[in-house]
């Protein structure tokens, strides 16, 4: 057998390399192949993001609460001085009951929605590329999540779980282009889908011009989808404009996806009804102590 | 593997090939990959950076060698692809290319001037770019635009981190 010359080895190499990522990537489905490599990865990697989530927020706190609101003057350093670490010690305080203030609104909610299974998870880390809007949680199989579950903030849909690992899980934001819910319009009624773009803002798509759609109406879920509770809130209409054939209607997510730090997952495959603030009334506050909420300790 | 890499430092005997400090590429790699899946859940906007690109090109670049290259990128990018959406291959193969490049390129060119390095990086992501679009349409049949304004300015971005980044990365090279 003739051997091939040393320069058109890393071209051999090269054609090898690439034609077994392309029969790997042609065979590949999701839902199995390449989870072990995903897992290991997922794995090695999730306690530094754990412990960098954690050193972040600290970091920022600091940052945010001491060195940006420091107004230094050399008039009155001695002073400053003073108050700074007052100032300091001021804003751990606020930023323990910002901290609580978030909780005490997931906790409202989990009280109010007691018989729906859900769990609280923290955000700990970001795809690893730019086209694709995911971020991982640090709850996984191990805490009852799966493939699928619906994932929410209090303010609204975030998006749904892509992977369960044992210790953490992908969820898929409502932002990613290759995302989905069932919505309709809270006045209307009309029930259409609203989907991705890959850009902060949503597109409620299929619309007729013969529709009438307003700006600033809100958008829930229809729970048509199966995977998300009806009535949830999913955005705001922010842009309507005629198309062909159909509107082009932008929708602003309720949910704070740029900046999400704590988020609920629903423990549950099937439909469920969620109950919101305003329907609950009194009747929370009738209720006896609640039960605690799985949030994350931080 | 290595015997390919002092054929090319022959052959090209003006061009030095850079070795690196024992664990040096892996944690640099393992380093980018944990801020490039970090750092966006704190600042959104910082998702335009690639580092896992700007690493295989760093040291694609500075090691010369295309069979190193190549399988340093294709390494590289199915770490990425683990840690993100798309199915193992989509990165890998975009990035095993890059490498292979790259480090053809630093076997034939000085590399190390900033200004090279600004160059090269523009054109490596435009390069990546347009090898995940060519994927994305051809292998997954998901539509794609093949450029974009915002893209665009990914690689001036990149680039000029990169700039500094391959300045620190620098510092890892062992002393010849």
Not at chain 1, 23 to 38: E, M, P
Not at chain 1, 167 to 183: H, M
Not at chain 1, 207 to 230: A, C, L, W
Not at chain 2, 74 to 100: E, N, R
């Amino acid at each position: 057998m003739a051997a091939i010359p040393s320069r058109h080895k890393s071209l051999v190499l090269l054609a090898g390399v690439v034609l077994i990522q392309v029969l790997f990537l042609a065979v590949q489905k999701r839902d199995s192949q390449g989870r072990l490599i995903r897992s290991w990865t997922v794995g090695a990697i999730s306690p530094f993001e754990r412990s960098g989530a954690w050193g972040f927020g600290r970091v920022r706190d600091v940052w945010r609460h001491y060195f940006a609101l420091q107004n230094t003057s050399r008039d009155n350093e001695e002073l400053l001085r003073e108050n700074n670490a007052l100032k300091l010690q001021l804003s751990q305080l606020e930023s323990k009951a910002a901290d609580a203030d978030r909780l005490a609104v997931l906790l409202n909610f989990r009280r109010l929605n007691r018989d729906v299974p859900m769990l609280g998870a923290r955000v700990i880390g970001a795809s690893a590329d730019a086209g694709s809007a995911t971020v991982f949680v640090d709850r996984g199989e191990r805490d009852g999540i799966r493939r699928n579950m619906a994932v929410i903030t209090p303010d609204g849909v975030v998006g749904k779980v892509i992977e369960a690992f044992s210790s953490s899980a992908q969820v898929l934001l409502l932002t990613d282009k290759d995302s989905g819910v069932g919505a309709m319009l809270a006045d209307s009624r009309i029930q259409k889908p609203v989907g991705g773009t890959g850009e902060p803002l949503l597109l409620l798509k299929y619309v007729t011009n013969d529709d009438t759609v307003n700006v600033g109406e809100r958008v829930v879920t229809s729970g048509m989808d199966r995977i998300f509770p009806k009535d949830l809130p999913v955005g705001t209409i922010t842009e309507v404009k005629p198309g062909n054939p159909f509107k082009q209607i932008r929708v602003r997510p309720a949910a704070n996806l740029e900046r999400l730090e704590e988020v609920l997952v629903l423990l549950t495959l099937h439909p469920l009804e969620v109950q919101k603030p305003a329907e609950a009334g009194t009747e929370a506050g009738e209720k006896s102590a609640p039960e605690q909420p799985q949030v994350p300790k931080s | 593997m290595m015997n390919d890499t002092f054929d090319l430092a022959g052959a090209e005997s003006h061009i030095e090939v850079h070795k690196f400090r024992g664990g040096a590429i892996v944690l640099a790699t393992g380093f980018a990959l944990l801020v490039q899946a970090l750092i966006p859940v704190y600042f959104p906007k910082a998702a335009i950076l690639d580092l896992p690109l700007l690493i295989t090109i760093y040291f694609a670049l500075s090691r010369r060698n295309p069979s190193t290259g190549l399988l340093l990128g294709t390494m590289i990018g199915l770490l990425q692809d683990s840690l993100s959406k798309v199915p193992l291959g989509f990165y890998g193969i975009a990035k095993t290319i890059i490498g292979y490049i790259a480090s053809s390129i630093g076997a034939r060119l000085d590399t190390e001037h900033p200004a090279a390095r600004f160059a090269l990086t523009v054109l490596f992501f435009v390069v990546h770019q347009g090898v995940t679009v060519l994927i994305k349409r051809l292998l997954l049949a998901q539509p794609e635009v093949w450029f974009t304004l915002r893209l665009g300015i990914a690689a001036g971005v990149n680039a000029i981190v990169a700039v500094f980044l391959f300045l620190l990365l620098d510092r890892l090279r062992r002393p010849s």
